[in-house]
């Protein structure tokens, strides 16, 4: 099992980026799946989600601004960012929530998680 992020990089206050993410060795329809950050220094904390029924959760501190998508065909997962501030700058991971810890939650494990991809805010 595996997962792996790219699209982070550098971006202005106020611009946008996607992220993606490719799902290896298990199916991303059969999982709730989503995107967690953290900032050096501080804890990891759920950014937005997709429930295995589809509904989808964005954390108040992204909601308007985020759109997480799922191509279930192609195994991969996005994360639109829009309106990125300088407090959006984090290392972003795709992962699947361990039970103990849902979306709704400070995550402090996941039951798959990629290397994460870092993003830069630049104003």
């Known amino acids: 099992v595996r997962l792996l992020e790219s699209g982070g990089g550098s971006v202005e206050s106020g611009g946008s980026l996607q992220l993606s993410c490719t799902a290896y060795?298990?199916?991303?329809?059969?999982?709730?799946i989503g995107w967690a950050r953290q900032v050096p220094g501080l804890g990891l904390e759920w950014v937005a989600g997709?429930?295995?029924?589809?509904?989808?959760y964005y954390a108040d501190f992204v909601k308007g601004r985020v759109t997480i998508s799922k191509d279930s065909g192609e195994n991969m997962v996005y994360l639109q960012m829009n309106a990125v501030k300088p407090e959006d700058a984090a290392r972003y991971y795709c992962?699947?929530?361990?039970?103990?810890?849902?979306?709704?939650?400070?995550?402090?494990?996941?039951?798959?998680w990629g290397r994460g991809t870092r993003v830069t805010v630049s104003s």
């Open positions: 992962a699947t929530p361990d039970d103990a810890y849902p979306f709704t939650t400070r995550p402090a494990r996941f039951d798959y």
């Open positions: 997709i429930y295995r029924d589809g509904t989808k």
């Open positions: 060795g298990f199916r991303t329809s059969s999982y709730s």
